[in-house]
């Protein structure tokens, strides 16, 4: 008989299970509003495709699935007494949770959907989530509580809503997969200890970007594409979803590595991904699954941000892939335009 999630709970520590269920059942819920499409648009009602009709903190156009997972998400969090705050890419600042005692021990940090530009194609999308320690415990969660660096993380996952509902996660022992049972809806451990292989033959690029790539990524693209007539004697598959859980859980499920890196097309950006959001919880997952996660010159675990919404350049995936790619960016002649600062913060953290 399959482990469920419940049961996989109840090995774990009181407080901070309860805080996965919580994250778990609104999981559930945008899969099942993910899984209506545009029929509720359809029927008069207040979700399904299209736009919302607002912009996000970042400048882009909410979709109306947008919004609804981040309620559902919000919904859930406000429901465990173990959760002191939160912060989603779909709001400006964090939120206190109304309920919690001020106490209580944890911060949750999530994307409610990622990949959201997909919904209208019915490609698969996802939701990300992080659970950091409240270091403040007893006062209300500023922003400056939720600036810690990946490595702070007692939890890190995603949900992916695709042919099957999955959720991935880890805790530091390990990644785990659970597939959600559409007819009983419950959620039935389908793989642990999840390995990525070292050695891949599949990378995940933007190549309309090209034109902008520093030279260590120009570089390196160029020599998968040579294929066997290359520096690198074998053929390469080229992969791109534009939808980050997507493209880690295909990783995470046969290798490969993922790149959305720095380039020149706005100077004055680092990056595209959200580091808090979607970039340290997936570079935990890789790390926990024996493979790497980096800017390019530092490690994204390593990255203390300086803002709730900071963005980062972000390689991951097989370890062997990964390391190519930041040799590459350590070597002088690749004349890589590096940031003044590899890593960085104004915020001086408190030590648990």
Request: with cysteine.
């Amino acid at each position: 008989m399959n482990t469920t999630l419940e049961t996989w709970l109840a090995t774990q520590p009181t407080a901070l299970a309860d805080v996965l269920r919580h994250i778990a059942q609104a999981c559930s819920e945008i899969a099942r509003l993910c899984a209506h499409g545009a029929l509720t648009s359809a029927s008069g009602g207040d979700g399904g495709h299209g736009p919302a009709g607002e912009a996000n903190v970042h400048g882009e156009v909410q979709q109306r699935l947008d919004v609804l997972a981040d309620r559902a998400m919000a919904l859930a969090l406000a429901r465990s007494p173990f959760v002191a705050g939160w912060a989603s890419e779909e709001q400006t600042l964090p939120v206190v949770a109304p309920l919690a005692d001020p106490a209580a021990p944890y911060l949750v940090l999530f994307d409610p959907l990622d990949g959201s530009s997909n919904i209208e194609a019915n490609i698969s999308v996802g939701t990300i989530f992080s659970v950091l320690p409240h270091l403040f415990r007893g006062a209300a969660p500023t922003e400056a509580a939720f600036l810690q660096p990946g490595r702070r993380q007692l939890v890190a996952g995603y949900a992916l809503y695709g042919p099957a509902t999955v959720l991935v996660l880890t805790v530091g022992q390990g990644v785990l997969t659970f597939t959600l049972d559409p007819v009983g809806g419950q959620w039935l451990l389908t793989r642990s200890a999840v390995q990525v292989p070292a050695c891949t033959s599949e990378f995940a690029i933007n190549t309309s970007n090209q034109r902008f790539w520093e030279k260590p990524v120009q570089r390196y693209v160029a020599e998968c594409v040579a294929g066997e007539d290359g520096p690198r004697s074998r053929h390469f598959n080229m992969r791109w979803v534009a939808s980050l859980v997507a493209e880690v859980h295909r990783i995470l499920s046969r290798g490969g590595v993922f790149l959305y890196p720095r380039d020149h097309r706005e100077p004055r950006r680092p990056g595209r991904l959200r580091l808090m959001y979607e970039a340290a919880p997936m570079a935990w997952l890789m790390e926990q699954a024996g493979a790497s996660a980096s800017t390019g010159t530092s490690e994204l675990l390593d990255i203390t941000p300086d803002t709730l919404h900071q963005k980062v350049p972000v390689i991951l995936g097989s370890r062997d892939e990964v390391e190519r790619i930041t040799r590459y960016h350590a070597d002088p002649s690749e004349n890589v335009s590096w940031q003044l600062f590899k890593t960085r913060s104004l915020f001086v953290q408190a030590q648990p």
